[in-house]
């Protein structure tokens, strides 16, 4: 079983920015796509951002233009950049592994979650 750990959540002014990171253990990180989601109190977590093995992203359109995921296979880290937020971006953020190269389905593994908190 794969373990992802994130870090880099907080409390940020609108306009800020923040990055969140995620680490995972193992190997075989290089093959398996990857993705952030966010769940806000009251509502359904949902994918805001994924990069597949090969690199390729895809985001969610309340976030495109703002926010940026990368991934550094040598570190076993995926990362969010998070730009410009703002206070409905206020949620917990969760790091996951797709069972494949590309961010199809639901994922087999979850981050523990981080708290970002967009506020004046």
């Known amino acids: 079983q794969v373990q992802l750990v994130e870090s880099g959540g907080g409390l940020v002014q609108p306009g800020g920015s923040l990055r969140l990171s995620c680490t995972a253990s193992?190997?075989?990180?290089?093959?398996?796509?990857m993705g952030w989601y966010r769940q806000a109190p009251g509502d359904e977590r949902e994918i805001i951002a994924s990069?597949?093995?090969?690199?390729?992203?895809n985001y969610a359109v309340s976030v495109t233009g703002r926010f940026t995921i990368t991934r550094d296979n040598a570190k076993n880290t995926v990362y969010l950049q998070m730009n410009s937020l703002k206070p409905e971006d206020t949620a917990v953020y969760y790091c996951?592994?797709?069972?494949?190269?590309?961010?199809?389905?639901?994922?087999?593994?979850w981050g523990q979650g981080t708290q970002v908190t967009v506020s004046s």
């Open positions: 996951a592994k797709f069972f494949s190269g590309s961010a199809y389905g639901v994922p087999d593994s």
């Open positions: 193992g190997t075989m990180f290089r093959i398996y796509a």
């Open positions: 990069i597949n093995s090969g690199g390729s992203t």
